[in-house]
């Protein structure tokens, strides 16, 4: 990484490799025509996240959405595919597309516990015990060397009583977790947007080259107490949730113990505002209008603007998931923007909303075009 300091030693400018986003929510239609751009100028790379609606669980579905990425994004941005695991998807298909690298991954999504999630694993236990499909699925991924990339968060503990949410990470990290390992010890993984003390002392204690995190920028700005000071910001409301200040100081010890299995992974997803203002809200957030410039701020709040940020930002994950490192750079300076844009997107024959993170507030980094 490249960095000027102005005559008073603060950091105005960063170059660094161009980054790869592991964890993004591009939708499909008009929102990916609107998102696809502003991640391709950011990012080289980024791993599909498959809970579009229907979710991505055959190679036709695959073939498509890529296509539609790269109109999108231009044929310079590489799309990193990933399957829906779902409690009837095919071993074959995962074979089939593990196999020949169209696909890089496979996401678990416990059922019902996110956004796009009815699809999802019903019962944790299939992704363990021989004889099912899924536990069918991560035996093809493992051969092929695949990563499954977990939502890590259960709804029940094991007499069937309904979690706390703010426990939903714990629990999964010390039941849930060591059994997929166990069940499947060749198989790689990547535990998403990784939010808890708990989470952070697993990955210190087990990361390494079959086991990795990626985090994203929001766990490490705020904690619970900016998402409900003077009442329930809609915007920074995402799955997971945001714990207590102690969980965000121990994902900044995380990110800045300069870790080879800790990587960028923004989980931009945006919703139309009619779904952030309903009755029930939907988790997600547009992130990806300043996919890399928030983690510049987050890692200049830490001390950790230097070399760190660029293995994070750049490094860690494209290895992670076999790519070399990028020979294109990008650069961001220190010149403070306020997000004034809300993107609308046509629906239907309507023209709708998406409320870009921290819109009518200050962003400090701003992207040199
Ligand atoms: C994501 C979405 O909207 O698709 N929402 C979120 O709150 N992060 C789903 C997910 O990644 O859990
Ligand atoms: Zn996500």
């Not at 952030?276 to 709040?301: P, Q, S, T, W």
């Not at 024959?349 to 009518?360: A, D, H, Y």
Request: charged share 25%.
């Amino acid at each position: 990484m490249e960095i000027s300091h102005d005559t008073e030693g603060l950091p105005v400018k960063i170059a660094i490799r161009k980054p790869l986003d592991g964890h993004e929510h591009l939708r499909r239609d008009s929102m990916l025509k609107m998102v696809g751009p502003m991640v391709a100028k950011r990012f080289r790379a980024a791993i599909v996240m498959p809970n579009t609606v229907p979710p991505i669980t055959t190679e036709s579905q695959v073939c498509g959405y890529l296509k539609e990425i790269w109109q999108a994004t231009g044929p310079d941005f590489l799309p990193l595919m990933t399957l829906y695991l779902t409690d009837t998807l095919e071993p074959s298909h995962v074979e089939a597309l593990v196999g020949v690298g169209t696909v890089k991954g496979i996401k678990y999504y416990p059922r019902g516990l996110t956004t796009n999630s009815d699809s999802g694993v019903k019962n944790p236990s299939s992704l363990w015990t021989s004889g099912t499909r899924p536990y069918e699925c991560l035996q093809a991924l493992a051969e092929h060397g695949g990563v499954l990339l977990l939502h890590a968060a259960d709804g029940f503990d094991e007499n069937g009583v309904e979690l706390d949410p703010f426990d939903q990470e714990k629990h999964f990290i010390e039941h849930t977790l060591p059994r997929i390992r166990d069940a499947h010890p060749k198989l790689k993984i990547s535990v998403e947007h990784l939010s808890t003390k708990w989470g952070v002392e697993y990955l210190l204690k087990h990361g390494g080259p079959l086991l990795g995190c990626s985090l994203t920028a929001q766990h490490l700005l705020l904690d619970r107490r900016d998402w409900l000071r003077g009442g329930f910001h809609p915007q920074r409301f995402w799955w997971p949730i945001i714990q207590p200040t102690e969980h965000r100081e121990a994902l900044r010890v995380l990110a800045k113990a300069d870790k080879p299995f800790v990587w960028l992974g923004s989980d931009s997803a945006p919703h139309p505002v009619e779904k952030k203002r309903a009755d029930c809200c939907a988790g997600g957030v547009l992130m990806a209008h300043a996919g890399i410039e928030l983690y510049v701020e987050a890692f200049e709040n830490m001390g950790a603007l230097d070399d760190r940020f660029e293995r994070f930002a750049s490094i860690n994950g494209a290895r992670f998931y076999g790519l070399g490192d990028s020979d294109e750079t990008i650069e961001l300076v220190r010149e403070e923007w306020t997000v004034r844009h809300s993107p609308h997107i046509a629906d239907g024959g309507t023209s709708k909303e998406v409320i870009p993170f921290r819109l009518g507030e200050k962003i400090r980094w701003k992207l040199v075009a």
